[in-house]
């Protein structure tokens, strides 16, 4: 009887041990199944910030495009020029070609800007980018004038895209 005292409180402490070894190994393997998922988590809430952005860029491009009321590229650049004040330096609109897209057209024209200084120019970029209308700049030169270096010429292709 005397070894069967002393053999229990001995297995009692063993299995003890036993059972904190075990949860330790779960603890720390819930713990890194925690840090993993914590990752995924982060992970996910950067994808859906970036849809976010992309959604609301393409409502945008959505919302421009219903808008649209203009009939050509000629008129979107006269609506374009005429609301900031710079119909007069414009010398030249000449369009270039129309294509048919998958549910849109694109129309494209050649606008000749003379002596345009470099705020105008500005302006000018800044009412394309913000029109009630899809508009692209698709390539732009500038040249200075021969009388002053302050104003610019201005040749560049600029894009209607309008729903079909």
Do not use: C, W
Request: charged share 25%; aromatic share 4%.
């Amino acid at each position: 009887m005397k070894g069967k005292k002393g053999f229990l409180p001995a297995a009692a402490a063993v299995a003890l041990v036993l059972i904190s070894i075990v949860l330790l190994n779960y603890s720390i393997s819930l713990d890194r199944e925690m840090k993993s998922l914590m990752l995924k988590q982060q992970e996910l809430n950067q994808i859906r910030d970036e849809y976010l952005v992309l959604s609301m860029a393409v409502n945008a491009v959505e919302a421009k495009r219903s808008l649209s009321k203009v009939q050509g590229i000629v008129q979107a650049v006269d609506e374009v020029f005429q609301s900031i004040g710079l119909k007069q330096k414009v010398k030249s609109i000449k369009p270039l070609s129309t294509r048919d897209l998958k549910d849109s057209v694109e129309e494209d024209a050649e606008i000749i800007l003379e002596k345009v200084d470099m705020n105008e120019l500005v302006n000018v970029f800044h009412k394309i980018e913000n029109a009630p209308m899809i508009l692209a700049v698709k390539g732009a030169v500038l040249k200075t004038t021969f009388d002053t270096t302050e104003r610019l010429n201005v040749t560049f292709t600029l894009s209607l895209i309008k729903p079909k």
